[in-house]
Each structure stands twice: as structure tokens, then as C-alpha cells.
């Protein structure tokens, strides 16, 4: 898991200062509206709201754009698009599974284009159920690595329900169930440790180890998937070693 983490991490870094960014704020924007219409405008009492207000903060989305997407959201502004759920299964290069989740208003487009990103870029769909079950359901800390060891995270977390802590190069990967995602980064807060972004992922359970053409092509087929407005999250089984991350790029 570390090298998929570890590219996960770096590539999220690399998204705040990515020439797409216009694309990256829209979809923490929808994110923010979708968590105020499920758990309503009060972010003490709405925890994932909380959490994509704060992941939208630290990229850096302005924080007018953050307000008018919660007044959407609760109901309080005309103008919310009814936005639904949908997740995708599919292989890519080298036979690695994937997920893609969309947050999507018109799921005939968003199923269109999923395909047609996947069959460009070496990769097929597949049925529902075929990939899901490679990957299980958790809750997701990363934490900033500066000037923390692992034992102080560790410690902070240990009886809020974290399954492990990985040190992932920069940062540190707090694994959990996702019904203790809340419990864990409370306690982050609680031992004043500030965390990059909390959220609910899938982990793969088996990870496919790729050279440098299957990075390079799985990423790219990544890439093509992450650009389409109605794509949220893309998760793949794959492991790559700190050297092909180098030769990647």
C-alpha cells in the first residue's frame, strides 16, 4: 500500500498549485453542497461537511465559493442541482481495478463519459460487483509529517478506533473504519495535530505492482478520469515503488 499511498499524497499536493485548478475547485464546491443537502448547514452537527469545507479550504477554493455552496445546499439559496451518487467499476492497464465515484446530475453523461475516458486510455468497464469487492471501505487521516514522529499520531489516535498509522513520505496515513473517521480526527484536533484531509476511500486489499509503462499508463488513464466534471474520486488497485515514481515523474 505505501508506494500507492505515497503517490496518492503527492499527487494531491501537486493538484492545489495544478493548472486545472478551475476544475478542482468545482468539484470540492459540489462536494461541500452535496454534504450541507445530506446533513444540513450546522457544520458541529454535520461532520462531513465540516470535513469538505476544510479540504476545500486548504486548497485554497475561496471562501465566498464555500458559503454559497452550503446555503445551496441547505436550501437556503435557490440554484442546488439534485446531485446523485454513483460509482463505476472498471480495469485499466495491466489488469488494475478501478473505482470511479461521481457526483453527477445527469447519470447518462457521467456513465458516457466514464466509458469513453476508460476505452481511450487501455482501459474496459466492467459489471457491478466485479472490482468492488478488491477494495475495502475506510476512513482516511492524512496528517502533515512536520515535525511529528509516528508514536505522536499513533498516541493521539490509539483509542478513537485508528487501525494503523503509515508513514507515506511527507505525511502520515491514518487507516480506520469509516464509522470512526468523526472519533479519529477529533482526537487529532483534541492533541492539537493538524490533519490535510479526512475523508472516506477505498483500499485496495490486493495491490498489482507496476513498472514504469504501467504507471505511466495507468496514470494517465487516472488523469483522463479525474478531469471529467462529474468524476469526484478515483480509486486503483496498483502499488508503485519509489523508483518508478522517480522515472514517472
Not at 493538484?15 to 443537502?37: M, P, Q, S, Y
Not at 483534541?190 to 485496495?204: N, Q, T, V, W
Request: hydrophobic share 40%; proline share 3%.
Amino acid at each position: 500500500m505505501s508506494g500507492h499511498s505515497k503517490w496518492a499524497t503527492t499527487k494531491h499536493k501537486k493538484a492545489v498549485v495544478d493548472a486545472r485548478r478551475g476544475k478542482l475547485f468545482a468539484k470540492l464546491v459540489k462536494n461541500v453542497e452535496v454534504a450541507a443537502r445530506s446533513g444540513g448547514a450546522d457544520q458541529t452537527g454535520n461532520p462531513t461537511l465540516f470535513d469538505a469545507i476544510l479540504k476545500a479550504k486548504k486548497s485554497s477554493v475561496p471562501n465566498e465559493n464555500i458559503d454559497r455552496a452550503v446555503r445551496r445546499g441547505a436550501g437556503l439559496d435557490a440554484g442546488g442541482a439534485d446531485y446523485q451518487s454513483i460509482t463505476y467499476e472498471g480495469y485499466g492497464p495491466a489488469g488494475v481495478a478501478v473505482l470511479v465515484e461521481c457526483l453527477t446530475d445527469n447519470r447518462n453523461r457521467a456513465a458516457s463519459d466514464v466509458r469513453v475516458a476508460m476505452t481511450r486510455n487501455g482501459g474496459q468497464m466492467a459489471d457491478p460487483g466485479s472490482v468492488a469487492y478488491l477494495f475495502n471501505r475506510k476512513g482516511v487521516v492524512l496528517v502533515p509529517a512536520s515535525g511529528l514522529g509516528e508514536d505522536d499520531v499513533l498516541m493521539a489516535v490509539l483509542d478513537a478506533g485508528a487501525e494503523e498509522v503509515n508513514d507515506v513520505g511527507e505525511a502520515f496515513e491514518v487507516v480506520s473504519e469509516p464509522t470512526d473517521l468523526v472519533a479519529v480526527r477529533s482526537a487529532l484536533q483534541a492533541a492539537g495535530i493538524e490533519y490535510e484531509s479526512a475523508d472516506a476511500s477505498f483500499l485496495p486489499t490486493v495491490s498489482i505492482p507496476l513498472d514504469e509503462d504501467g504507471a505511466r499508463k495507468v496514470f494517465r488513464l487516472i488523469e483522463a478520469l479525474e478531469d471529467l466534471d462529474d468524476v469526484q474520486n478515483v480509486w486503483a488497485n496498483f502499488d508503485v515503488s519509489d523508483e518508478v515514481l522517480e522515472q514517472v515523474g
